[in-house]
């Protein structure tokens, strides 16, 4: 275990753990002053080239972005998404997590499932590779967003998903759009962070997509809170830059070059 991991690992109880994504080094840059945790999630297939799911996002994809995400990370644990069909089976998985691991100098990958995948997140593990868990709903295999844990066999599978997941050794695990009482039940009752989107303050820490947060997005997520506007920001300074070029009053002088 790192001792980044290890930090995480001990806020469990003690202090809220502030993780937010990032794409791009010029973000990442400004996250790690303030969170502990930044994730270069798949969720940049929707937010950066359109997609219809996180499905169409690829391994090299992820990795080329990590890599500009890792060159403005200096404090943060950074935690990067294993793309769909990239941990079919545990060969696979080792194969392309320690790809991703070598290439982007990242502290440790997050997967989505529980029962499903355990043997491949032991495998993970026993490698050396610290893995964060992902339960409630998935992206990247649901074909319904809907919050989950509203019949008792659902959320009975939910939470045997996050024990299953503690016990083989992650180090955290995202609850995404988990129905409250829930998301309290699996905070309380296991001994590492959970880390909520959608899943209510019951959990140790709190993640959203940093797009969407700033208000870039037209994200309409009920869990989403904007803190500022930089659409409208970006829209007023495109919109002074267009009028200065027109009454030529951009460029001045002083932003030109004289022998």
Request: proline share 2%; with cysteine.
């Amino acid at each position: 275990m790192t001792k980044k991991v290890k930090m995480i690992i001990d806020k469990k109880n003690k202090s809220k753990i502030i993780c937010l994504t990032a794409y791009s080094k010029n973000i990442a840059s400004i996250l790690d002053r303030h969170c502990d945790l930044v994730l270069v999630g798949d969720s940049l297939g929707s937010v950066l080239y359109n997609f219809k799911s996180t499905k169409e996002v690829t391994l090299q994809t992820m990795i080329n972005h990590s890599k500009s995400v890792r060159l403005g990370i200096k404090k943060s644990l950074m935690i990067v998404d294993m793309p769909y069909n990239t941990y079919r089976n545990p060969k696979q998985a080792l194969k392309n997590a320690k790809f991703v691991m070598k290439e982007t100098k990242c502290d440790g990958v997050k997967l989505e499932g529980g029962k499903k995948i355990i043997s491949i997140v032991k495998t993970l593990i026993k490698n050396r590779i610290p893995v964060m868990g992902h339960v409630g709903i998935l992206p990247q295999t649901d074909k319904k967003f809907s919050f989950k844990g509203k019949k008792l066999k659902e959320s009975e599978r939910i939470f045997n998903d996050t024990k299953l997941l503690e016990q083989a050794g992650v180090f955290s695990i995202v609850l995404e759009c988990v129905e409250t009482k829930l998301s309290k039940k699996i905070t309380d009752q296991i001994k590492i962070p959970t880390i909520g989107i959608g899943s209510s303050a019951n959990c140790d820490g709190q993640v959203l997509v940093i797009d969407d947060l700033i208000g870039l997005s037209e994200s309409k997520f009920r869990f989403v809170k904007k803190y500022a506007n930089v659409n409208k920001i970006i829209n007023n300074a495109v919109k002074k830059y267009k009028l200065e070029v027109q009454k030529k009053q951009f460029p001045k002088a002083r932003h030109s070059f004289k022998n």
